[in-house]
């Protein structure tokens, strides 16, 4: 095993390259969105590290400002929800949107109103 604790930046970076290890910043990053099946994780204003060992790249992202998810409601479930609730898009997409993508219970949620 390695000895890390107490070892001084110089010294770790020496031992990274006897490793083959290159670790860089990436410059200008102004936000980092990760797609998800159903939404979206928005992070602004990160700081992304590149870890670069035996051929593969490595993405370590750390949220300076703000994380936000945005949910993404397929066009098809909100037309679904409005031929069943007789809504409007906007409403229909709203009760989506506050049940997480559950069509039933956004269709029950709209019914009971």
Known sequence: MMPMKGMNPKQMQKL????????E??????EVVIKL???????????VTVVTAMGEKSYQIVGKEEVREVLNIPEEDIKLVMEQTGVDYETAKKALEETKGDLAEAIVKLQES
């Not at 990274?16 to 670790?23: D, E, H």
């Not at 910043?25 to 102004?30: A, D, F, M, P």
Request: aromatic fraction near 0%; charge should be neutral.
């Open 16 to 23: 990274m390259k006897q490793l083959g290890i290159k670790m």
């Open 25 to 30: 910043e990436l410059e200008g990053v102004k």
């Open 37 to 47: 099946e159903n939404k979206e994780i928005i992070i602004k204003d990160a700081a």
